[in-house]
């Protein structure tokens, strides 16, 4: 099946740093999604974005399916940013249904 | 406000019960997913269904079996529960064709002793 790479593992950041997190995935895919895990579990969709680039507030992201690959960037990084960001696709055909890579955890300190 | 349920934030069970662990969704969503979260290893999908009565295997359907007998409710079963099955389970929930409405419950943490 898929397989979905996500990069750094981990990452550790000064309040108002910037950073990129990447994700690699295998084969073509119909979706691509980021989300964000916080500290207490809970998952959000950040971005719908199987290509192109899109921006919401101090986050972007940007998918060249092309290439199989597709980067979030955290401006501005903020304490409450800290989490888990996780990369999901859907391979052509999938049902619906997403397969995550490992995750980036972020830690923001002030 | 839209949302997931889950039934318990947090489970402990002996080795050997028949474990059920449900999620109720109220946003008429087609599709209901059942992953399991371990460190280091991201979301696995275990089952999931698009319709009532319909299942299909994820990655790692052994050792568990679910029920779609509503359309909101979704719920996975352990038959006999494992140490090795100790970890956070999350429901999910989309509209069919429509992915980026996928919605996560809050999770429930199981510990198997």
């Known amino acids: 099946g898929i397989q979905v790479e996500q990069s750094p593992p981990d990452l550790i950041l000064q309040e108002g740093a910037n950073s990129t997190l990447r994700c690699n995935f295998s084969?073509?895919?119909?979706?691509l999604q980021w989300f964000h895990q916080n500290p207490w579990g809970q998952l959000i969709n950040l971005f719908y974005i199987p290509s192109g680039t899109k921006q919401n507030g101090r986050l972007s992201a940007t998918t060249v399916a092309t290439e199989r690959y597709s980067l979030l960037y955290i401006s501005s990084s903020q304490t409450t940013d800290s989490g888990v960001y996780f990369c999901?696709?859907?391979?052509?055909?999938?049902?619906?249904?997403?397969?995550f890579g490992a995750g980036t955890r972020l830690a923001v300190h002030p | 406000d839209v949302k997931v349920t889950q039934s318990s934030r947090y489970l402990v069970k002996r080795t050997g019960e028949k474990v059920f662990l449900e999620c109720v969704q109220d946003m008429d969503h087609e599709n209901m997913f059942w992953y399991r979260q371990d460190p280091g290893l991201g979301l696995r999908l275990i089952y999931f269904?698009?319709?009532?009565?319909?299942?299909e295997k994820g990655d790692i359907p052994e050792g568990y079996s679910v029920s779609r007998e509503k359309k909101e409710r979704f719920s996975l079963i352990l038959e006999s529960a494992s140490t090795n099955q100790t970890s956070m389970y999350l429901c999910?929930?989309?509209?069919?064709?429509?992915?980026?409405?996928?919605?996560f419950g809050s999770g429930t943490r199981l510990t198997v002793v």
């Open positions: 999901a696709v859907e391979g052509v055909g999938g049902y619906n249904k997403l397969i």
């Open positions: 084969d073509s895919v119909n979706n």
């Open positions: 999910a929930s989309s509209l069919r064709g429509r992915n980026y409405g996928y919605t």
């Open positions: 269904s698009y319709d009532v009565k319909m299942k």
